[in-house]
């Protein structure tokens, strides 16, 4: 895309607020319809009660819309999570490719008119949302026209876009008692300080708005997804003080340290992930997001094996000398059922999540839900052979409830 005027292209800000269900007041104060929030001493509470509890990733509830306007679907998606207790979702509040962003932005009423209704089915069922805006990191360069290495560029085209998106939406919902927290973007980490980066650049295909090539400015280094976090989530904490921000990140590698002090794939200690961890998530991001799968080839900490249980005590240790909270924003039996079975994949799921229960962790999403591109591997819906999985949601939940750390 060549150069365009940001003000005209990229400001949502002129449509109308679509009012919600009445019993919320458009002139409610930001801070009484932020329900969850995290104290300094990193405790999550969810309308002032200690709050733990795990949802599920609606990855599609919006950008479905994007493919087909006629598609209302997650109306009936949401009306089945409340009936399994599910607490909240995570979902991609935005495009995927630039052709995504592209139609949005083309399309503006249309896109807010969807947005909308999610947040709207959302709250009408009880359920809260964790907006991720900016899924995947090469969508926004993309579609401006920048290489990557314009993230960590504060003056760029690329941040312009990510300050006016992220201003638009927290003015529209900031007020919206669906909204938990915001999210940033989904595993930028995992693009970041590669040794191997040249063969690992963003993929080409014009026909979902990539250039024709990329180069080698297209590779990320962790100091650029830095600076444009930054751009984020100053953006949300002036319109909003109150809801966590988080990032979205994936666990660290095994090696993310070294990989960015060293450019070496050697393996981290302990202290040096916690140092990693917590390097990636700085103020105002109070709410640390990892994801986690079952990888028989990590090899964290120089272990053969790491237990759930060591690796989920490092993650809290960590946050507690921050004063954060931490958010598993996916979990799963990821590929096991497509790799072995699905007597493997149930054992690593059930293990996953008792070590997860046990935890200290407050908030934890199942990948994923009622997405049909996954159907061969984890797509989990009320009707397919893994709803057993949103059983086994509700009872964890249900369990939290007794204890006093999930409020009704």
Known sequence: MHAIHLKVVYLFVALTMTAWNAGTAENTPPGSAARLRVTGTGELLLDGKPFRGFGVNYFDAFSRRLHNPEDHSSREGFAALARYNIP??????GGFYASEWRYCLNNREACFAALDEVVDSAHKNGVGLIPSLFWWYPGVPDLVGEPMDQLGN???????FIREYTEDVVRRYGNHPAIWAWEFGNEYNLAADLPNAMEHLPPVIPGKGTPGKRTARDAVTSAMVMKAMRTFGDTVRNLDPYRPVTTGHALPRPSQYHQRIEGTWT???????????LRAHPAPYDLISVHIYPNKDARYFGMETCSWEKHLNILEEAARTAGKAVFIGEFGQGSVEKEEDAAAARKEFESLLTAIETSG???AALWVYDFSWQDDSCNVTPSNQRAWQLE??????????VSGTCPP
């Open 392 to 401: 086994a949601l509700r009872e964890v939940n249900a369990r939290m409830k």
């Open 267 to 277: 393996i981290d200690t302990a202290d040096e992930f916690q140092r990693e961890l």
């Open 88 to 93: 909240f979702v995570r979902f991609m509040c």
């Open 154 to 160: 504060p003056d760029s085209n690329t941040h312009a």
């Open 361 to 363: 962790v407050a908030l």
